[in-house]
């Protein structure tokens, strides 16, 4: 079976080269980016709590502390951060052969070859999707904090829109929705 890097270079010798505007390619990557995130934050089994304080203390002099999921800490989005765009070496760039728009997809899941495979042509370029971790690690260079209070503090479900949408401003919003 090939690995993933072996796949990338093998389409990419196969595949046709098109210039996408990094303006575009920057928002898929945001948004796979944040995907990332949230399957890792999810993988967690959420019965690993631990007990977070500050250096307030209450009216009795005590310390507040309070009990929250792992993945939900400072330092275990930190330690997610520092380490999620590596994943990104295992996605390519692609169009969708229906309507030609740019996709930043992964090439296996679960071990097996991506079913959407069959929708898209996989897109060359010349760094070999090397460009996809660097606008990854330039976004979390940009954005860490912010992206580690969104994660700690909203639901999944606006973590997409709240981060490349509202924070980051990458992905357009045209006619009152998202194009993500």
Known sequence: MFSSKYLCIL????????????SDLKCEVCCRLVEEIQRNVSSMEAANIVQVSNFRLDGNGDQIKQTVPLARTQLYLTEVMDSVCEKMNDYVRATYKKNGTLTVM???QDGKMNPLMSEVDVVQDSDLNKSLQYFCEEIVDDIEEDLINIIKSEDDDHLVHSICTNVMQLCPIKNNKVEL
Do not use: R, W
């Open 106 to 108: 992964q090439l296996i």
């Open 11 to 22: 389409f990419a010798l196969l595949m046709p080269c098109i210039a996408f505007d990094s």
